[in-house]
T-cell receptor, first 113, second 112 residues
Framework: GAGVSQSPRYKVAKRGQDVALRCDPI?????LFWYQQALGQGPEFLTY????????KSGLPSDRFFAERPEGSVSTLKIQRTQQEDSAVYLC???????????FGSGTRLTVV | AQSVTQLDSQVPVFEEAPVELRCNYS??????LFWYVQYPNQGLQLLLK??????LVKGINGFEAEFNKSQTSFHLRKPSVHISDTAEYFC??????????FGAGTILRVKS
């Protein structure tokens, strides 16, 4: 596609519910990143994929967070047993290998009630 | 560890006036530097980046930034702003290009 596509655009979850957020990167982009942006703050790194390999997951805040990219294209960020502090915008970005400055999607706004 | 400080949370400015958004970073190694803009309910858009070479970097929409290694700064400037420049601006640093560390953002409010 022309840009990075994320779905759903908005998600309201009850505390304790599991959620899955989808990212469809630009075709051919090898690198894929997930960031979390809390209200009024800058994005914070969560995890990084190169093709299907998850090379860095140091930013995942707890073992309730899990990301996958099984075929090296679409990625899913899963949050289990959501808590109120998980409320944030989750941004996905992709890039060609070796380039700097990636293309971001519009994000998924997750609200946990 | 890297960190980024954006010294102003909000910058109000009149249309056609010049503006500077300040950014300071800390890192123990050489870094790559970026400025992104975020319009309401949208993702981040790359304005410009410094990788190496000339310390004055020109970006889109008439913005430019200057890398100052001795002051560990990467301030963003525009000589004449438009109403459409109203947005939030984020400075970011990376040691390897794979993981960006962002500042807290500066909201630029352009008034007519």
């Amino acid at each position: 596609g022309a840009g990075v596509s994320q779905s759903p655009r908005y998600k309201v979850a009850k505390r304790g519910q599991d959620v899955a957020l989808r990212c469809d990167p630009i075709s051919g982009h090898v690198s894929l990143f997930w960031y979390q942006q809390a209200l009024g703050q800058g994005p914070e790194f969560l995890t990084y994929f190169q093709n299907e390999a998850q090379l860095d997951k140091s930013g995942l805040p707890s073992d309730r967070f899990f990301a996958e990219r099984p075929e090296g294209s679409v990625s899913t960020l899963k949050i289990q047993r959501t808590q109120q502090e998980d409320s944030a915008v989750y941004l996905c970005a992709s890039s060609l290998l070796g380039t700097f400055g990636y293309t971001f999607g519009s994000g998924t706004r997750l609200t946990v009630v | 560890a890297q960190s980024v400080t954006q010294l102003d949370s909000q910058v109000p400015v009149f249309e056609e006036a010049p503006v500077e958004l300040r950014c300071n970073y800390s890192s123990s190694v050489s870094v790559y530097l970026f400025w992104y803009v975020q319009y309401p309910n949208q993702g981040l858009q790359l304005l410009l980046k410094y990788l190496s070479g000339s310390t004055l970097v020109k970006g889109i929409n008439g913005f430019e930034a200057e890398f100052n290694k001795s002051q560990t700064s990467f301030h963003l400037r525009k000589p004449s702003v438009h109403i459409s420049d109203t947005a939030e601006y984020f400075c970011a640093v990376s040691e390897n290009g794979n993981k960006l560390v962002f500042g807290a953002g500066t909201i630029l409010r352009v008034k007519s």
